[in-house]
């Protein structure tokens, strides 16, 4: 299993990765990594991201806007 999120703006369209692809083997990896980085993807135009596993949507849109 891969974990990925994808990123989105306000209407749902997906915003390219600004870093790459980063790719979690568990869900609370990338809930961990998600929690230390979303200040920084938001300053990169991300305002709201789906967590995915395997390419299947888990759950989100979760907002990164307070």
């Known amino acids: 299993m891969v974990w990925t999120w994808r990123y989105e703006k306000l209407d749902g369209s997906v915003v ?7 790719e979690f083997p568990t869900q609370g990896d990338a809930e961990t990594w998600i929690g230390e980085t979303w200040k920084e993807l938001l ?3 991300v305002d709201q991201v789906v967590l995915l596993e395997d390419g299947e949507k888990i759950y989100g849109p979760m907002s990164l806007h307070q």
């Open 16 to 22: 390219p990765a600004p870093n790459g692809v980063e």
């Open 43 to 45: 300053a990169d135009g």
